[in-house]
């Protein structure tokens, strides 16, 4: 991912970059998310109580959430995602 900024109506990227000249690059505007003000505040207060639960010690670790689900479905996959279907 590369980033510029506008400068005199033009793209300008902040880094140098190894394309040859007369590279053609998509430029996707990024403005924010489809969230509205409910959705917004719903998702602020599951990130409040997702941080309180850290803080007070209730989680689990990832590996453990892993290897019961694979348990569940019957999935033998490796740690990386790889499926064995054998």
Do not use: Y
């Not at 970059?17 to 924010?32: A, F, H, Q, S, Y």
Request: net charge negative; glycine share 10%; hydrophobic share 35%.
């Amino acid at each position: 991912m590369m980033k510029a900024r506008v400068q005199n109506g033009r793209l300008v990227l902040d880094e140098p970059t190894n394309m040859p000249d007369g590279t053609e690059v998509e430029v996707v505007l990024v403005d924010g998310d489809d969230l509205d003000d409910d959705d917004r505040a719903r998702l602020h207060a599951a990130l409040a109580e997702s941080e309180e639960d850290f803080a007070a010690g209730r989680f689990r670790d990832a590996e453990e959430v892993l290897a019961d689900l694979r348990r569940r479905h019957g999935c033998r996959c490796g740690w990386r995602g790889e499926i064995d279907l054998g």
